[in-house]
């Protein structure tokens, strides 16, 4: 039997109209085919790590939801020798920032997009690099703008993945006085050597409606203008021969009178030390805790959160003074987030590395990959605007299309540089229905069982609504 696209998507039911109108209804009896505790174990996995790899949910089963969710939130103890084996070759994500001028911009890009889909495939710190991608898109940069090419990588290791679990106001000063930051925002030119001179309010503006406060998060005007002269004076070294992308500050650039923020004295005279009264006035804010809760509660349980659970998770991130890991633990012991049933739609990057993680897929060179991901939308590290990629469905309808090319390739083992042993894996499950099941996570609708019996690979599951949404 000849399986074409069309008969294909015809049987399986993946309409872009039904996705578009709710992946919930769509998914819906995700869960039928296994028990209770095993729905619960998957659908954690699908939150908090890019989906579960063959083996996975029995092993997570084994050590109990609790054990493995507090192992991933101290990722420092888990072997990640593999993984890091992986990426060995990839010499620039090593390279201090200085050294970073030395490549080209192409280089830069391609090591750092293939390193964060090596480590999101293959790492056991799985909820290490689902926070790695979070923050990525909360203080995003795009990679394209001045002297970001070669910072971004810097960017990258010395801020987001070194603070990733770590806590908040050290996450956010070390964005703020991150080279990258300071040349994608234009703080390195955000200075007053008079009074007449206005300072640069780019970044003072995103820090408190998209990293901190958040839109609605009750700052004025004036408040932007207050933050922007704490932060005048801080620069970016550009010397080609010693110290480029040294971040330095310069105390004749800097403002240095008293500041009122967000009705919060700053008194003057206090220099380069500006920088840590306003950050921490920020960081701690209730308007902050409220915002992060909200954008992680979004991430971790689903579009729609009841306000007890944000005002609880909020009230955690703050009394701990911004503890990430600690954050997230609250967010864990919520019944919402461990209950089966809602889901969340994947965003290209999460349905490719899901997809290669359900199969073992081995990846020997990146390049289709990455392409793939360009189609769809999602080219890591390259989107233009301080926002980050969108988190909510709409603005990925379109990249559906190039998932089902991406599947057909992958199942049909037509991805240069990437190989699956499907034979391998339909023994292991039990034939090739029970892999089809393994994917979707229910009973093969009989539409699905005749096209797996018909001779379509178990592998073109993973073009069905159920793997469009965790």
């Known amino acids: 039997m000849k399986i074409s696209r069309r008969h294909f998507l015809a049987t399986s039911g993946l309409a872009l109209a039904s996705l578009g109108g709710s992946v919930q209804a769509a998914t819906a009896p995700r869960w039928q085919a296994t028990s209770p505790s095993l729905s619960e174990i998957r659908h954690v996995l699908d939150r908090v790590a ?9 092993r997570v089963a084994s050590m109990g ?66 926070m790695v991608d979070f923050w990525t898109d909360h203080f995003n940069i795009d990679s394209s703008k001045g002297d970001c ?39 390195r030119v955000n200075r007053r050597r008079n009074p007449e001179e206005a300072p640069n309010e780019n970044y003072a503006r995103e820090l408190l409606e998209l990293h901190t ?6 700052y004025q005007q004036s ?49 380069a030390q500006d920088v840590d009264a306003v950050l921490d006035v920020v960081a701690k804010h209730p308007a902050t805790g409220h915002y992060l809760a909200t954008k992680l509660c979004r991430r971790f349980i689903g579009e729609s959160v009841s306000p007890e659970t944000v005002a609880a998770v909020s009230k955690v991130f703050l009394a701990s003074g911004g503890d990430i890991a600690a954050t997230l633990r609250s967010i864990f012991q ?23 993680r359900a199969c073992e897929a081995y ?15 999602h ?69 699905e069982v005749r096209l797996v019996q018909g001779g379509a690979t178990p592998g073109l599951m993973l073009a069905a609504p159920a793997w469009q949404g965790a």
């Open 379 to 447: 080219s890591p590290f390259q989107f233009p605007t301080p926002d980050g990629y969108p988190d909510e469905l709409s603005p990925w309808m379109g990249s559906l299309l190039w998932r089902w090319h991406f599947v057909h390739a992958l199942a049909h083992d037509r991805l240069p540089g990437v190989t699956t042993d499907w034979n391998g894996l339909s023994e292991r499950a039990g034939g090739g229905l029970a892999l089809a099941e393994a994917f979707l996570g229910r009973k093969p609708s009989p539409a």
């Open 149 to 187: 090419p070669w910072l971004k990588t810097a960017d990258d290791r010395d801020v987001i993945r070194a603070h990733a679990l770590g806590t908040f106001p050290e996450l956010l000063r070390a964005s703020a006085l991150g080279p990258a930051m300071l040349w994608y925002l234009d703080g």
């Open 50 to 58: 890019y989906g579960p790899r063959p083996g996975d949910i029995s």
């Open 65 to 130: 939801l609790d054990a493995y969710l507090e192992s991933q939130l101290n990722p420092k103890q888990l072997d990640d020798g593999e993984c890091a084996r992986r990426i060995r070759r990839l010499e620039t994500l090593r390279c201090p920032t200085g050294e970073l001028f030395e490549y080209k911009e192409e280089v830069l890009w391609k090591e750092l997009a293939t390193g964060k889909l090596l480590r999101a495939t293959y790492s056991e710190r799985q909820l290490f690099e689902v």
């Open 223 to 271: 408040d932007v203008m207050e933050v922007a002269r704490c932060l005048t004076g801080w620069t970016v070294r550009t010397d080609t021969w010693f110290g480029k992308g040294r971040v330095e500050f310069n105390a004749h650039l800097h403002d240095d009178g008293a500041k009122r923020v967000l009705g919060v004295e700053i008194p003057a005279g206090k220099g």
């Open 334 to 356: 919520r019944a919402a987030f461990r209950t089966p049933g809602t889901t969340k739609f994947k965003r290209p990057f999460r349905f490719l590395v899901t997809s290669l």
């Open 363 to 377: 990846i020997a060179q990146p390049d289709a990959l990455l392409d793939y991901l360009a189609r769809m939308g």
């Open 213 to 218: 406060l958040g839109v609605d998060g009750g």
